[in-house]
């Protein structure tokens, strides 16, 4: 605790605890934040009240004379005007202002010294505070003396209700974020991951503004310093393909691609929690200790062991922990250009290949589609397969149009030589239902002939609706699983199956046909 003053941000609260130690948030925590509590491993269980997740319709971005022409507007970025903005800042600072405490995190973007931002958290919670203290980059004691002034600053009054009645808001959430101001206010929702996800909307802003890729991807380092990284949305396999024994974490959801390779653009991981298991996935497990923070869990109020498989609360429940935790992560959190790209999806109609290599007009139009699937249990109301798309593989947190995004990835691609790979953990002999789940192990494989250099020697087949270049061989991998029309019992279901895939590619696709070039879009499946 110290005499550090939060006055130049409205806020006149005379108690501001600046990045407390993870135990006198412990301590803080258990003392005045309803549920909490310590589990028989170390680490502090927090709820987050009545939301459990993100609230991506309750997100707005202030259009500003400065800023409104780079974004892409829409239902990823809804317009607010700066009047509410400040009407909900106001509200946020109001309700920050009531309290006896205040917590301030004070911390860095982006582990690249070139390009990190100073960010400031302002809030009332201790679990926030131990939060962002995991997911930002811990400055040392000499940094934080030299702090100075923070580049954005993050209210969060999340506590407290949005007025339902103000201009523009749908429900008592507000998400609101002003690129002019630099700041970030929350009201309505006390889950802790809209900061880190706040942070990252920010970065996925000013990097591209710099010529610098923002990716939403996980990044590894293998033994001879190439790295890699790996895109996919949720339940493609990237946190488990990326905890790779025989590689380097740099890590596992946000990072950035500049003129001298990638780096991280966090300080910590936020992993599901959802049946986690020392057999399925040591590295998370073992990083469940002292300092990390289970968000949502449900646990055994006598032996304190927390039950990984419970969803009755929320199936997004979460552990956030410092990088450092990883026994193989690599610190500080940077690599060299990566070597291989991946694109992971989960193919619930069985039709596209394990594994493929993607040209360069290819590597836009999968980048820019996001394509996986949901399957049933997955979504409420989901019975059959059904294709979605997330533009660059994070289409929540973009800022700019996604075509921005994809010619940073190709200007990067050709320079440094990268080789794309579209690699599917979904679904082979058929659709779901009918076939079943790729092989993890066979998957692996894939990755480590990749990584190995292996893959990209063999030779390789053209598909005839998707124009992927398929390998005819992978080590330790049957070669008839390769070719997936092969893999199924009727030649003409897979063909119409096909068919149907390519269709819901080139119907999404329509949405960037404007601000796609000609090459780009031939390169999708032929119809």
């Not at 690599?330 to 070597?339: E, F």
Request: charged share 25%; hydrophobic share 35%; net charge negative.
């Amino acid at each position: 605790m110290s005499e550090f003053s939060l006055e130049k941000h409205g806020i006149n609260v005379k108690k501001i605890i600046r990045n407390a130690a993870p135990s006198a948030l412990y301590e803080a925590a258990l003392q005045f934040e309803k549920g909490s509590a310590i589990t028989n491993a170390g680490a502090l269980v927090a709820y987050s009240g009545e939301k459990t997740g993100r609230s991506p319709m309750d997100k707005r971005v202030v259009e500003e004379d400065e800023t409104k022409d780079d974004i892409w507007w829409g239902p990823v970025n809804i317009k607010l005007d700066e009047h509410t903005f400040q009407v909900n800042r106001e509200r946020a600072i109001d309700y920050l202002n009531t309290r006896d405490f205040l917590y301030c995190v004070d911390a860095y973007a982006g582990w690249d010294p070139k390009e990190r931002i100073k960010v400031r958290v302002i809030c009332a919670r201790a679990y926030h505070a131990l939060f962002m203290h995991n997911m930002l980059i811990r400055p040392s004691k000499e940094e934080l003396e030299s702090f100075g002034d923070p580049d954005y600053v993050i209210y969060n009054g999340g506590s407290f209700p949005a007025n339902r009645y103000t201009t523009g808001m749908t429900s008592t959430t507000s998400v609101d974020l002003s690129f002019k101001n630099q700041e970030f206010v929350i009201l309505g929702t006390q889950y802790a991951g809209e900061m880190k996800k706040g942070i990252f909307t920010v970065m996925n802003y000013l990097m591209p503004k710099k010529g610098v890729l923002s990716m939403h991807c996980s990044a590894t380092e293998g033994e001879n310093g190439e790295t890699s990284v790996l895109f996919g949305l949720s339940g493609t396999g990237k946190t488990t393909l990326s905890a790779d024994p025989k590689r380097k974490l740099i890590g596992d959801d946000e990072h950035c691609w500049g003129d001298d390779g990638v780096f991280n653009i966090e300080g910590g991981c936020y992993a599901k929690m959802i049946d986690l298991s020392a057999e399925a996935e040591p590295d998370i497990f073992n990083a469940i200790r002292f300092g990390t923070v289970l968000e949502n869990v449900k646990f055994d109020p006598k032996t304190r062991e927390v039950d990984f498989h419970d969803t009755s609360f929320t199936q997004n429940t979460r552990g956030s922990y410092p990088i450092e935790y990883i026994e193989n992560a690599k610190i500080p959190c940077m690599g060299g250009h990566p070597k291989n790209v991946i694109f992971l999806t989960a193919d619930a109609f069985g039709v596209l290949p394990p594994v493929s290599k993607l040209d360069k007009n290819q590597a836009m139009y999968h980048f820019v589609s996001g394509y996986t699937a949901k399957v049933a249990g997955t979504e409420m109301g989901v019975t059959d397969p059904e294709a979605t798309f997330s533009p660059c593989f994070g289409g929540p947190f973009l800022v700019w149009h996604p075509t921005k995004y994809a010619e940073l990835l190709a200007e990067r691609i050709e320079k440094h030589d990268s080789q794309v790979w579209l690699v599917n953990t979904g679904w082979s002999g058929g659709p779901f239902g009918v076939g079943k789940r790729m092989s993890i192990a066979h998957t692996r494989a894939m990755v480590d002939a990749i990584h190995d250099g292996s893959l990209a020697k063999v030779e390789t087949t053209v598909d005839p609706i998707f124009g992927v270049h398929i390998p005819k061989s992978c080590p330790n991998v049957p070669d008839e699983v390769l070719i997936p029309k092969n893999t199924w019992k009727d030649g003409a279901a897979y063909d119409a199956m096909a068919r149907k895939l390519a269709h819901a590619f080139a119907e999404n696709f329509k949405k960037y046909e404007a601000e796609a070039s000609a090459e780009v879009k031939a390169a999708g499946p032929k119809l």
